[in-house]
């Protein structure tokens, strides 16, 4: 089984700081993949960054990366010079093994203040 | 490239009723998944179609079914409307098979049942 959880129900930042949204997954299979969608309240999800198990580098993605810790099972998401735009529900998911089902966090409200 | 399309955006409808949610594909995709967002919660995976057929399916009772038809677009059908079953029911599209691991999501349909 995997499972996916996102500890902080809401966030708040300063425009043009950075934050980090936490994330930490458990799964027994070693090939997974971890996603981070943004969701605002038009209700789409947009994906933002993909991370592989296997990969040995943290991906990125314009603004957005992903700290990628295997040991501790944690895949946080960096959103660097953070714009009001970026206020929005954020939501981790993770699919392991053979299987194309992600299995998604509770989410985080980001705030971003100006 | 035309992106995930989903009809209605809202949708009333009384408890017993049946009800039938629309999704159009992203152009080149295979691969239809439906979830299921209640208030405050993450997407939940209620089933998957590939190639016309349902390949995955969550925890959700009988009455959920689904239909993807040639060109890739695909229905939601939910019979006996319960109240619990009020959320925003999302489509994604992908490609199975490809290199893309990540879904593309559409806007959603709200849908309340009273």
């Known amino acids: 089984a995997q499972k996916i959880t996102q500890t902080q129900p809401g966030m708040f930042v300063q425009e043009k700081e950075a934050v980090t949204l936490d994330c930490t997954y458990d799964?027994?299979?070693?090939?997974?993949?971890l996603f981070w969608y943004k969701q605002p309240s038009s209700g789409e999800m947009i994906f933002l960054i993909y991370?592989?198990?296997?990969?040995?580098q943290n991906a990125t993605e314009g603004r957005y990366s992903l700290n990628f810790q295997k040991a501790r099972k944690s895949a946080n998401l960096v959103i660097s010079a953070s714009q009001l735009g970026d206020s929005a529900m954020y939501f981790c998911?993770?699919?392991?093994?053979?299987?194309?089902?992600?299995?998604f966090g509770r989410g985080t409200s980001l705030i971003v203040h100006p | 490239e035309t992106g995930v399309t989903q009809s209605p955006t809202h949708l009333i409808k009384t408890r017993g009723q049946q009800v039938t949610l629309r999704c159009s594909s992203q152009?080149?995709?295979?691969?239809v998944s439906w979830y299921q967002q209640a208030l405050g919660q993450g997407p939940q995976f209620i089933f998957q179609?590939?190639?016309?057929?349902?390949?995955g399916r969550g925890n959700f009772p009988p009455r959920f079914s689904g239909l993807q038809f040639p060109n890739y677009s695909s229905e939601l059908n939910v019979n006996a409307l319960e109240l619990d079953d009020s959320a925003l029911y999302l489509c994604?599209?992908?490609?199975?098979?490809?290199?893309?691991?990540?879904?593309?999501f559409g806007p959603g349909t709200r849908l309340t049942v009273t």
């Open positions: 998911a993770m699919r392991s093994g053979g299987s194309y089902i992600p299995t």
């Open positions: 179609y590939y190639r016309e057929e349902e390949n």
């Open positions: 799964t027994s299979d070693p090939s997974y993949g």
């Open positions: 994604a599209s992908s490609l199975l098979g490809g290199e893309g691991y990540e879904q593309y």
């Open positions: 991370q592989g198990s296997y990969d040995q």
């Open positions: 152009s080149g995709h295979n691969t």
